[in-house]
């Protein structure tokens, strides 16, 4: 479980950086808010991706940790 939400969160930040630097119509087909000609930028996709890596990154950190008996 820890290393698949490391994996998704790394995932989730290379997205981010696609939508933050990337036009809608240079985006990759498959992804969101492809539209072809378009120069918009999804600011709102790159932010709830880049949210979302952090959410993840931090639930890898915290998952499996074992709390020591007093």
């Not at 790159?46 to 639930?59: G, K, P, Q």
Request: aromatic share 10%.
């Amino acid at each position: 479980m820890k290393m698949l939400a490391f994996l998704l969160a790394i995932i989730c930040a290379v997205v981010a950086v696609m939508y933050y630097t990337t036009q809608a119509g240079s985006l990759p087909s498959f992804m969101p808010g492809y539209i072809p000609g378009s120069q918009h930028m999804h600011m709102k996709h790159a932010v709830v991706a880049a949210v979302a890596a952090i959410v993840l990154f931090l639930l890898g950190l915290f998952v499996g940790r074992s709390r020591k008996a007093a």
